[in-house]
């Protein structure tokens, strides 16, 4: 974004403090945090359960910031650079972006959903960028502040923009959808993370079709064409509907599908008979590639340049990674998160690869999926069996559950149990007993850090 403080000023409703001149000031970006804020930045302090912006405001100053916004209701210093008054920081950063956005020519893709919608993110952007000058959100910016701070850096010259959307309560994609006002709006799936706050998987399913809030009413919106609820909500929608999914009677799904190992898996369209090859682990990304090239079509790319798209894509990190342990074990990264669909699918693949090999996962914590979650995490230990995991180590006190259901549902007497009590027990053990013959899945909510015994595993701890 490069606009005039005199732009923030009318965008933003606030007061002027400063000289009438700097209203003419060029600002050429915009930063929450003085740890990487640039010289001719506009500083916008937030203020959190934990922290409050304002304090740094002087480091801002130090290192070159434009302008800063200031929330009325705190003391303002004396500064040495404009400042804007505004009721609150945060609000006014969500009408710079919604205000910025709607000056840019840009066409949005919004991506929403329990599981999957950073991976769809990725898929998207990758096979948009074949054809048309691409903006993404980095990593999983894709809250009430990382949202309006994507839209913020999208360049002038941008001509799609793929916008991740995510949320913990009812309201809030509502907020970001009308602040993005999206022209595509997919929804990835609707599983049960944050069941706890939303009650149900209905109330999930209509917290996601928030999306439609500030979508375009010429839009699109792209869905999981195997979930009855979005079907069922989605009756009476004027807007055009594409279903992709597994199911024959979706507009697209897949066929043929031969998943190659580590390689990843290739499938064929029922719609065009076009073969892709997908260098992502898991069948289930089938789908999530089924929803992008759905949206690509839509932004009329050519099927070559999707298949070309789909080759070269590169994912947000620690999500299904391969990894080679320092014992020469394969690892699968997938420490990012977890929800009871995302831990079946994980188990999924690694049952399904390189069946000479044997296959070992650690499991840990799911958070915030509700009042159910020690059922969850004894039906996981259930499956982990069924699906025929030779070693099953668990961790944490809810992995625990996972443990104690998996020794109930144990038949065979190859398939080992163990629970680590502490990271460093975990790491120890998996290097001492892991070789080049297994696989080992790694898989929890981020909270429950499994991303630090990755590291150990594979540079040393």
Request: hydrophobic fraction near 40%.
């Amino acid at each position: 974004m490069q606009r005039t403080c005199q732009w923030i000023l009318e965008t933003t409703g606030g007061s002027w403090k400063g000289s009438p001149a700097d209203l003419h000031r060029l600002v050429r970006g915009v930063s929450t945090d003085t740890r990487n804020i640039r010289a001719n930045q506009l500083y916008v302090p937030l203020v959190g359960e934990r922290f409050d912006g304002h304090q740094f405001v002087k480091d801002a100053g130090e290192k070159g910031a434009a302008a800063v916004l200031w929330q009325q209701d705190r003391p303002l210093p004396e500064l040495h650079l404009p400042v804007i008054l505004v009721e609150d920081t945060l609000k006014a950063l969500q009408q710079l972006a919604a205000g910025y956005r709607a000056e840019c020519q840009a066409k949005v893709v919004a991506v929403t959903g329990s599981n999957g919608k950073t991976t769809t993110k990725d898929l998207i952007a990758s096979l948009l960028a074949e054809k048309y000058a691409v903006h993404k959100t980095k990593g999983n910016l894709n809250n009430h502040i990382g949202v309006p701070l994507t839209l913020l850096s999208m360049p002038e010259e941008t001509e799609i923009a793929v916008i991740e959307m995510g949320m913990n309560h009812r309201g809030e994609i509502s907020v970001l959808s009308k602040i993005a006002r999206p022209d595509v709006a997919v929804i990835t799936n609707i599983g049960e993370s944050h069941i706890e706050h939303l009650g149900s998987r209905e109330g999930i399913a209509r917290a996601k079709l928030e999306i439609k809030d500030g979508l375009s009413p010429a839009g699109t919106l792209v869905i999981d064409g195997d979930e009855p609820l979005l079907r069922n909500l989605l009756k009476e929608e004027s807007r055009k509907l594409i279903k992709a999914g597994w199911e024959t009677d979706s507009d697209e799904s897949p066929e043929q599908i031969e998943v190659r190992g580590t390689e990843g898996v290739s499938f064929q369209s029922r719609k065009t008979g076009t073969r892709f090859t997908l260098p992502l682990l898991g069948r289930h990304n089938v789908k999530n590639a089924m929803l992008a090239i759905e949206v690509a079509r839509y932004f009329q790319l050519r099927e070559e340049e999707i298949v070309r798209g789909l080759a070269n894509v590169t994912l947000t990190g620690m999500r299904l990674e391969t990894k080679l342990a320092i014992n020469g074990m394969l690892l699968i990264d997938d420490a990012y998160n977890a929800s009871p669909t995302s831990m079946k699918a994980a188990l999924d693949l690694l049952a399904e690869i390189e069946p000479e090999k044997e296959k070992w996962a650690l499991l840990g914590d799911m958070l915030e999926i509700g009042e159910q979650e020690e059922h969850y995490h004894r039906e996981l230990g259930v499956y982990a069996m069924e699906k025929g995991i030779h070693r099953l180590y668990t961790i944490g006190e809810r992995g625990r559950w996972i443990h104690e259901g998996a020794m109930k549902a144990k038949a065979d007497d190859n398939q080992a149990l163990v629970h680590f009590h502490t990271p460093d027990e975990a790491v120890e053990t998996l290097l001492r007993e892991g070789h080049p013959e297994t696989i080992l899945l790694v898989k929890a909510s981020r909270a429950a850090r499994l991303d630090q015994i990755v590291k150990n595993m594979t540079e040393g701890a």
